[in-house]
Nanobody, 124 residues
Framework: QVQLVESGGGLVQAGGSLRLSCAAS????????MGWFRQAPGKEREFVAT????????YYADSVKGRFTISRDNAKNTVYLQMNSLKPEDTAVYYC?????????????????WGQGTQVTVSS
């Protein structure tokens, strides 16, 4: 059983930055990939970014490429999402998730544990 707890969400003006954190329980954090997803009101959940278990490989949705950076600290059991140049369309609840394997994946059915989510609101 893995518990994931996100933090760092909030209200920011367009063009601003936020850094999300996701702390995982357990001793096996370095053995699985992690991902970030988001869900805006009235929309389906969508993939944002993913990172391999080692942190050497990352993959992003086209909508955030060049603005968001995913990283992880295996010693702290934590994955991060640095979000720069935020836009109103980035407004959503952001979820971190644990992948079933070690490699980067962008499909939510490849993830087996999810956090409770953190709200990000970008004002224009």
């Amino acid at each position: 059983q893995v518990q994931l707890v996100e933090s760092g969400g909030g209200l920011v003006q367009a063009g601003g930055s936020l850094r999300l954190s996701c702390a995982a329980s357990g001793r096996t954090f370095s053995t699985y990939a992690m991902g970030w997803f988001r869900q805006a009101p009235g929309k389906e959940r969508e993939f944002v970014a993913t990172i391999s278990n080692s942190g050497r490989t990352t993959y992003y949705a086209d909508s955030v490429k060049g603005r968001f950076t995913i990283s992880r600290d295996n010693a702290k059991n934590t994955v991060y999402l640095q979000m720069n140049s935020l836009k109103p369309e980035d407004t959503a609840v952001y979820y971190c998730a644990k992948a079933r394997g070690t490699v980067v994946v962008n499909k939510d059915d490849k993830y087996d544990y999810w956090g409770q989510g953190t709200q990000v609101t970008v004002s224009s």
